[in-house]
């Protein structure tokens, strides 16, 4: 067995292990766990880079009341009054608490015990809503119970893989990577699903562009495919399912638009239908959408007509974002969820958790789900809110709407690493929270597997973990004996026993063989899928054709066809595409922490088919300027294919600390599905124009800075910051400008010609600050130039290195630190390279892998320009 403390990665649903080591005062070590099952000692570019991201700059340390530093008692006692006053004045309901898919269970369970078992309300929600909300409804409707019926091992075993609304390359990429080199050994077909060109395409046989949100209409179509070719699974269909023929009709009549051709149609269902082994994965693509539990169901139905499920390498399979966004269904902190998968309004659920929480009554009817939570808190409805590790004011829909909310509320409490998040900085409290690596407890990933996250570092300053600050609020609200918790493995003890109820319901969220663990066993425990119980230990589920239905039944939904919510109109003519970039994290509160991570994109961009931007008069390089009826976004233009046309695309990461213009969920509407409450995110109309610059800018600084300019997006380097920047102002003299934006540097050396301006200041003999200004987007080389700051640099107006020095370009392996340029000038030398030739060459793509599929690319476009010439 491997060295090092093993712990768990906390930046996605797949939740590889890694062994984590001591390296200095704050720092650590990070490896792949070789013998975790979730990625067998494979990391991705953000899991290789957890170690650079636990430094303390930006922590907040003590509790802090009106930004003033606080003691834990005198901030408890404040937040227990508080919900206590606004409970006793205007009902449990007039308080709510946002959490997230960054907690670990431990901390999940005690929020939601506090909530629906003491306070009586429901009004517990959680970031995860953004991410798998669909999925849950639609698992619920089809199985009776939220349950993800594989494993990570039938990916490997599959010989088709659907990969549906997921770019698992970026998003889920260590999965990426097991299913390339399942696809390598054995020749696994993959078809991707999905409007844009992604990472994920670089290994795919097809790649559907379906028109954005007809996912319905392209199963129901290959349901009717399916029945056609008499796929159908009779015996499995008659004895274990019911309400096909009604789905089928439902099928044959939708004849929804997809937008792709018959013979694409033809291919993709002949090669589904003639496939026993196969996987659907789906992710945020189909959850993020207002018929997002629909589209669940309609691949569902799919699988359930031909009995493919809960076998060896088939079944219908969801990827979560978050580490513990399962942890998060189990332990109930979804709004309409009550705990280990046992339902609100089920009369004698709700009686037996009571029961066992020793709780006056549970609330049994769903609370406020997270668009209708903010929406109350705007109304005044909500007169206490607590929002722990998430940072709603940027990742929300209608975020400006969000953000006017929480100020008007009249009591919010934040509890999270850091009190200069964009949400933070609107609390009246902020309690400082452990953070990865300090954090000890346990997270469930996509497949069911529950692992350990181990807190290695001491909790800094004053900084309690997320279980221990509820339950001091708790006890505070006058609930001691129910809230007296020391350790996690109590609270753990107590979860597993919990779902025991659920066993005995007959439900399948059962861990009860773990409810006696002991401390030294629950600080070993190794990664165990659930189900864990007298009767059951992990596998699959379904395959035994058994489901959680009264009947024992699946479920066939007939679902229609619908388009998104918001209409596009003359006046908003665009569907606005978001989703995640390869090395960022959520709301970046930790990735842009590594400069490594900020080099593969140090902007927020809008990625654009060349039909529209040439429509738009956009060129590469422009900024532009995206409008919906809730707000506006500037972002860096990227002139591609890859964008459907008329579908541009986003990225959601941006926040007010990074790039305050380039916040996405200031356009996205907050339109949700009706069943899942889960917001549009990739389909919302906007308006594109050019940003008109008058000036174009780029600086790097040993310190952070805030210019005064309409657009900035600052990212960290090795030694400082790098800036891009613009305005629309009317031009001014070069070096006015220049010192509105950096006071005092035209203290040092200048270059100042008619279109450009270059400026340059050394603090003993040092470079701390360079400044270029265009007017035209500013060519310099970037890393070059940040690369200078801490250095004599002499030539850092030139912009360039001198000699024979190559620009690295921009970053496409964050692990290696290799750029673009310097993989078209291995392409150039070495023309008839393979991939593998030119990784090795360069060394890209040679560690995680995340960014093969970008080598794959610039070689591909090399090869075929090479041949068009
Ligand atoms: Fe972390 Fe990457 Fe693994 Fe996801 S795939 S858990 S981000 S290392």
């Not at 099928?251 to 269902?269: K, P, R």
């Not at 350790?487 to 009860?512: N, Q, T, W």
């Not at 130039?785 to 496409?812: F, H, K, S």
């Not at 794959?856 to 090479?866: C, D, G, I, M, Y």
Request: hydrophobic fraction near 40%.
């Amino acid at each position: 067995m491997s060295e090092g403390i093993r712990s768990t990665c906390p930046y996605c649903g797949v939740g590889c292990g890694v062994l984590l080591k001591r390296d200095g005062a704050t720092g650590l070590k990070v490896e792949g766990d070789p013998d975790h099952p979730a990625n067998y000692g494979r990391l991705c570019s953000k899991g290789l880079a957890l170690g650079e991201t636990t430094s303390l700059d930006d922590r907040v340390l003590t509790p802090q009341i009106g930004g003033q530093d606080a003691d834990w008692d005198t901030a408890l006692n404040l937040v227990a009054s508080k919900f206590k006053s606004a409970i006793a004045e205007h009902g449990p309901d007039s308080v709510a608490f946002y959490v997230s898919g960054q907690l670990l269970t431990e901390d999940y369970y005690v929020a939601n015990k506090l909530m629906k078992g003491f306070i009586g309300s429901a009004n517990i929600d959680t970031n995860s809503r953004l991410c798998m909300a669909s999925t849950v409804v639609g698992h619920k409707r089809a199985f009776g119970t939220d349950t993800v019926p594989g494993t990570y091992e039938d990916l490997e075993t599959a010989d088709l893989v659907v990969l549906v609304g997921s770019n698992l390359a970026w998003c889920h990429p260590v999965l990426f990577q097991r299913l390339s080199a399942a696809r390598k050994e054995r020749g696994t077909k993959v078809v991707v699903i999905d409007p844009r060109r992604t990472a994920s395409c670089d290994i795919a046989d097809m790649h559907l562009k379906l028109k954005i949100g007809s996912d319905v209409a392209l199963f129901n179509g290959l349901l009717t495919h399916l029945n056609d070719a008499g796929k159908v699974h009779q015996s499995f269909v008659d004895q274990h399912t019911e309400g096909f023929e009604a789905t089928l009709m439902s099928a044959v009549a939708d004849q929804g638009e997809t937008g792709l051709t018959a013979a694409e149609l033809q291919a993709f269902y002949k090669l589904f239908a003639e496939t026993e082994k196969v996987v659907t994965v789906f992710s945020q693509g189909v959850n993020q959408s207002t018929s997002g539990t629909d589209k669940v169901n309609a691949i569902i139905n799919c699988h359930l007509a031909t009995g493919r499920i809960g076998r060896k390498g088939m079944g219908p399979f969801s990827v979560t974002g978050q580490p513990n966004a399962m942890g998060g269904r189990e332990t109930g902190g979804l709004a309409n969820m009550l705990a280990a998968h046992l339902d609100l309004e089920n009369p004698a659920h709700n009686a037996a958790v009571k029961d066992f929480w020793g709780a006056d009554g549970i609330p049994d009817t769903p609370g406020l789900k997270a668009i209708d939570m903010f929406k109350a808190v705007g109304e005044a409805r909500i007169k206490a809110l607590w929002i722990a590790c998430t940072n709603p004011v940027v990742s929300l829909p209608q975020a400006g709407d969000v953000a006017d909310a929480i100020k008007n509320c009249d009591f919010v409490v934040v509890s999270d690493l850091s009190a200069t998040t964009d949400t933070a900085k609107l609390a009246d409290v902020v309690l400082p929270a452990t953070g990865w690596g300090e954090k000890d407890g346990t997270v469930t990933n996509s497949d069911r597997t529950i692992s350990r996250q181990q807190g290695v570092l001491p909790p800094p300053g004053q900084a309690k973990h997320d279980w221990e600050i509820y339950a001091e609020v708790g006890r505070r609200m006058g609930w001691t004996a129910a809230f007296d918790y020391q350790k996690p493995v109590e609270i753990f003890r107590e979860h597993a026993a919990l779902s025991g109820i659920a066993g005995r319901f007959g439900r399948d969220f059962d861990i009860s063989g773990l409810s006696d663990i002991d401390e030294a066993d629950y600080d070993g425990l190794g990664p165990t899928r659930w189900p864990i119980s007298a009767t059951r230990q992990g596998g699959r589920f379904f395959g035994d054709g058994r489901f959680f239905t009264p009947s024992g039944k699946a479920r066939f939904l007939a679902v229609t066809s619908k388009e998104p919510s918001a209409k596009r109109s003359p006046k908003y003519p665009y569907r606005l595409n978001t989703g995640r970039i390869r090395d960022q994290w959520h709301t970046m509160t930790r990735t842009a922490k590594t400069a490594r991570l900020s080099r593969h994109f140090g902007e927020p961009f809008l990625q654009i088919h060349p039909k529209d931007a040439s429509a738009l008069g956009l060129q590469p390089a422009d900024l532009a300027e995206v409008t919906s009826p809730h707000g506006r976004a500037i972002l860096r233009v990227l002139v591609t294919d890859h964008a459907a046309i008329g579908a541009p695309f986003a990225p959601m990461h941006w926040t007010g600390e990074y790039a305050p213009a380039g916040r996405i969920g200031n356009v996205i509407a907050a339109e949700t599905d009706p069943f899942s409450g889960q917001p549009e995110s990739k389909a919302s109309v906007v308006a594109i124009k050019k940003y008109e610059a008058t000036w174009y800018g780029f600086a790097v600084s040993l310190k952070p800075f805030e210019p005064k300019s309409d657009y900035w997006a600052q990212a960290r380097t090795d030694h400082g910051w790098r800036v891009e920047l613009s305005g629309s102002e009317a031009t001014r003299d070069w070096r006015d400008l220049a010192t509105t934006l950096v006071p005092g540097i035209a203290n040092g050396s200048e270059m100042i010609g008619p279109r450009t301006a270059r400026f340059a200041v050394w603090d003993e003999g040092v470079l701390t600050t360079a400044l270029f200004l265009s007017k035209e987007p500013v060519l310099v080389a970037r890393d070059f130039v940040a690369e200078q700051l801490g250095q004599a640099a002499p030539d850092v107006l030139v912009g360039q290195p001198g000699g024979n020095r190559i620009d690295p370009g921009q970053i496409v392996c964050s692990c290696m630190s290799v750029g673009r340029n310097t993989i078209l000038t291995a392409i150039a030398d070495a023309p008839a390279a393979s991939l593998d030739e030119i990784c090795t060459i360069t060394s890209a793509g040679t560690t995680c892998g995340s960014c093969r599929s970008e080598v794959s690319e610039l070689l591909a476009h090399a090869q075929f320009k090479t041949a068009a010439e």
